[in-house]
């Protein structure tokens, strides 16, 4: 009876599933955008790491002493000690395509610094250990510290995932305003034009559920072709965008494309819940009025 | 078997359509509710079948309080009260047979009970040739017969006859009086609702008679007197 009633007013069935395809869209991009931002940001959280660059004149105990200062601190995870050595075998890893770069540091003629490379627990915890190391008793043995760069991308990056929930929600939220009232109408006119049979079946003692299955079930059929059409339309995307959007975020830390992957899934899920959630609210609010009074 | 207790309904301070209606009706009696129109019938019977609440007052029906029923007994309480209507109130895409079994099938009634149930009713009203046409194809007083016959399938022990012969010309109405009859004496209590002054006066029964909401008069074997 709601598949009749779905193909019999077939053009506002299909003006209310676009309605919900767009607000489902919608807010697919937006939880996208959201995920990925908030996985790089992480990402690039676990990269960042306060360097500590010591002075050439600092003894080995100094700096053995300043290492397990720094240590034990409860915000440090980790502390890496890179030798002169260490420092010089990186360089030359790192310009190893460029001869003359790489050969312009030498064993005999080093001037990389000595330095203690310093992991927090959180990413916002590094500013706290920078200020400690700017203390009297230790900023003697230290030429420079490190962390500006990393913390003010990460910082942006913050800023650039608030924004984007806060938009995103803003507009979605506008969507699903609109596709309940689309939603809403819809299975009313379908109310309406059976008007006369809802009274008969309340004179001859129909319960409100058995009055109110069929209309539930067209609000689900809205809701379930809404989120086919939606899914294949971002399973399509994704095939498209996967390898620029992987190309693009090269080296940020993790597998971009398995990451889209999983939560292509992810958010297909958001999809059928929002949508049947729709469709199921708006045909119990629709057949609100026409029950037992 | 129904009690009317100082039942009122008020649209509005000078719009009272029932007015402390009093009386009783018993087991087995077939009752005529008389009354120009507006005299206060329809919206007493609406009161009756739950359509509306009245502003005051008790309906009492088999001793229970109607008004007191919660929203998910209502569809049992209508089950037991048949209703038949001026305007017969069928499924025009539905056949007789479908009519009736429409009734049964709502409230869950098993398939083989159906089948049973519905050809009996269809029997009872003299319509056991005509099960397989549409409701737009019968005449009216066929088709008030299949409202009876839906509004009996239920074996309700009270049916209420809202201007069934309203839109019936003299044979049909007389017809459809004589199956209200037939129905009273196999025990159903029947409360008929008419202007029908003809029907009224020949038909010899109690007749309570209504006038601006009021109940005016109420005589066992009465007349038409308004």
New interface residues.
């Given amino acids: 009876m709601s598949v009749v009633s779905f193909w019999r007013n077939r053009w506002l069935s299909l003006a209310t599933t676009l309605i919900i395809i767009l607000t489902l869209i919608i807010i697919s991009i937006f939880s996208f955008m959201v995920l990925i931002v908030n996985k790089t940001a992480t990402s690039l959280r676990e990269k960042v790491d306060l360097v500590v660059y010591l002075k050439d004149s600092d003894s080995e105990e100094q700096i053995k002493a300043l290492r397990e200062i720094i240590e034990s601190r409860p915000e440090v995870e980790s502390i890496i000690y890179v030798s002169k050595t260490d420092a010089l075998l990186r360089w030359q890893a790192r310009y190893s395509s460029d001869e003359d770069l790489k050969n312009a540091v030498t064993e005999n003629d080093n001037p990389l610094p000595r330095s203690l490379e310093v992991k927090t627990v959180e990413a916002e915890q590094i500013s706290t250990v920078a200020e400690f190391l700017q203390n009297e008793d230790y900023s003697p043995l230290i030429s420079q510290l490190s962390y500006e760069k990393n913390k003010t991308l990460i910082d942006r990056l913050v800023s650039i995932t608030s924004f984007i929930k806060k938009a995103g929600s803003g507009l979605s939220i506008l969507f699903i305003i609109i596709s309940i009232f689309v939603v809403y109408n819809a299975v009313k006119i379908t109310i309406f034009a059976r008007s006369?049979?809802l009274?008969?079946?309340?004179?001859?003692?129909?319960?409100?559920s058995?009055v109110r299955l069929p209309f539930v079930f067209e609000g689900v059929i809205y809701g379930l072709l809404a989120a086919v059409v939606s899914s294949l339309i971002l399973i399509v995307s994704y095939n498209f965008l996967n390898l620029p959007l992987s190309n693009y975020l090269n080296n940020i830390g993790y597998n971009v494309s398995a990451f889209i992957r999983t939560s292509v899934f992810q958010v297909v899920g958001l999809q059928f819940l929002i949508s049947l959630l729709l469709g199921i609210f708006c045909s119990f609010w629709a057949t609100r009025e026409h029950?037992?009074? | 078997m129904i009690e009317f207790q100082h039942v009122t309904k008020k649209y509005s301070e000078s719009i009272i359509a029932v007015d402390d209606v009093n009386f009783k009706i018993a087991k087995g009696e077939f009752v005529a509710l008389v009354g120009p129109s507006g005299a206060g019938k329809s919206t007493l019977i609406k009161i009756l079948i739950r359509e509306e609440m009245p502003t005051s007052g008790r309906i009492l029906v088999a001793d229970r309080d109607i008004f007191q029923l919660r929203e998910r007994e209502l569809p049992y309480y209508r089950r037991k009260v048949g209703v038949i209507f001026q305007d017969f109130k069928l499924l025009s895409k539905k056949t007789v047979y479908e009519n009736v079994a429409f009734a049964l099938e709502v409230a869950g009634v098993f398939t083989s009970v159906i089948k049973k149930r519905v050809p009996e009713m269809l029997s009872l009203v003299g319509l056991e040739n005509r099960s397989n046409a549409f409701s737009e194809e019968l005449s009216g007083g066929e088709k008030q017969r299949v409202s009876i016959a839906r509004a009996l399938v239920h074996e309700p022990k009270l049916l209420i006859a809202d201007e069934p012969t309203g839109n019936l010309d003299p044979v049909n109405s007389w017809e459809i009086m004589e199956l209200l009859f037939k129905i009273n004496k196999q025990g159903t209590v029947v409360l008929l609702a008419t202007h029908n002054k003809e029907v009224v006066d020949a038909i010899n029964k109690r007749v309570i008679t209504m006038k601006d909401g009021k109940v005016v008069s109420d005589k066992e074997n009465g007349k038409y007197i308004i």
Avoid at chain 1, 199 to 208: K, P, S
């Fill in positions: 006369e049979e009274e008969i079946m309340r004179l001859v003692g129909a319960t409100d058995y029950l037992s009074k």
